[in-house]
């Protein structure tokens, strides 16, 4: 079946890189989706990339992404403290007419000074 | 736009009482879903609606009823609450134009526990 595997928890430094792994089941997914929850709040989409790209950047983002192995990684260059939030990762699965998105865990991004 | 909004923030329920958290959007999206986000376990789909009229369950739906009368509004009933309902439910609209991209509008969730 599906499934969306992540690590809860990381801490950086203030300054430096953070990296976020997570691996999916779904080969079929056509996007793959980082979302962002800052505390109290819902999820914002952050990132996406496409099934048929190994690599995606984003102004300190980098999504990048082995298919053959199905894992997804998000890179955040020079950590701040606003990064500090939750990161999920999500893959795409189609059924019955709806593009469900199946989510991870999240991981829980700290950033220390 | 207000985009996905959702009522109430927060909620304290006695085992075997009934509500209805409320959601809303006013972005004209055809699907909307809710989701209930529980400690190291992600977000898990309760109910989905592809348009007015149409619902379906997704991965926990009981003790869960929905309806969609109206493209705006997805309101999530809980008919007899249960302490393994205590969660943080988030409510979601997408719109369908591209069936393969799907980025997905979050509410700011309702905190519901249950007593």
Redesign the interface.
Known sequence: GEDVEQSLFLSVREGDSSVINCTYTDSSSTYLYWYKQEPGAGLQLLTYIFSNMDMKQDQRLTVLLNKKDKHLSLRIADTQTGDSAIYFCAETSISGGYNKLIFGAGTRLAVHP | NAG?TQTPKFQVLKTGQSMTLQCAQDMNHE?MSW?RQDP??????IH?S?GAGIT?Q?EVPNGYNVSRSTTEDFPLRLLSAAPSQTSVY?C?S?SNRD??????F????TRLTVL
Do not use: C, I, K, T
């Open positions: 996905v699907y989701y190291g376990m992600g977000l898990r789909l989905y592809v379906d997704g988030f979601a997408s069936r393969v991209y799907n980025e997905q979050f509410g700011p969730g």
